[in-house]
C-alpha cells in the first residue's frame, strides 16, 4: 500500500514563498496520479492541484492559478508544491493524495492514498 508523508509547511507572510513536498513509498507511485488538497478551519477539503503519472498534464484551480505549481520527481517518488504570493486565504492543512489512473481528479473519494497533512499559516 502507498504512504504519503507530507512536509515543508510552516508560518510565513503574505506575499512570501513555500514549498511543501510528499514523499512516497510504494512501487506504484510512478504511474499514480497525485494531487494536493487544503482544508481550512471550519471548511470542506478542497482541491488545489493535480498532476498525472504523465508529467505533462497538470490542473491548477483558478484560486491558485499562477501561483502554485505542482511537480513531480518519479525517481524520488516525491511531488512538490512550489507556492508564491501567498495569501492569507491560502491558510490550511495541506494534504498529498493519490490514486491509480491517468485522470486528475477533484473529489477526495476519488483518492485512495492520503497523508497527514502539513500546515501552512499565512499571516502578517
Known amino acids: 500500500q502507498m504512504m504519503l508523508d507530507e512536509s515543508g509547511g510552516g508560518l510565513v507572510q503574505p506575499g512570501d514563498s513555500l514549498r511543501i513536498s510528499c514523499k512516497a513509498s510504494?512501487?506504484?507511485?510512478?504511474?499514480?496520479?497525485v494531487a494536493w488538497f487544503r482544508q481550512a478551519p471550519g471548511k470542506e477539503r478542497e482541491f488545489v492541484a493535480g498532476?498525472?503519472?504523465?508529467?505533462?498534464?497538470?490542473y491548477h484551480i483558478d484560486a491558485v492559478k499562477g501561483r502554485f505549481n505542482i511537480s513531480r520527481d518519479n525517481a524520488k517518488n516525491t511531488v512538490i508544491l512550489q507556492m508564491i504570493s501567498l495569501k492569507p486565504e491560502d491558510t490550511a492543512v495541506y494534504y498529498c493524495?493519490?490514486?491509480?489512473?491517468?485522470?486528475?481528479?477533484?473529489?477526495?473519494?476519488?483518492?485512495?492514498?492520503w497523508g497527514q497533512g502539513t500546515q501552512v499559516t499565512v499571516a502578517s
Open positions: 510504494g512501487s506504484t507511485f510512478s504511474r499514480a496520479t
Open positions: 498532476i498525472s503519472w504523465n508529467r505533462d498534464q497538470s
Open positions: 493524495a493519490a490514486r491509480m489512473g491517468q485522470r486528475i481528479m477533484s473529489r477526495t473519494s476519488d483518492y485512495s492514498a
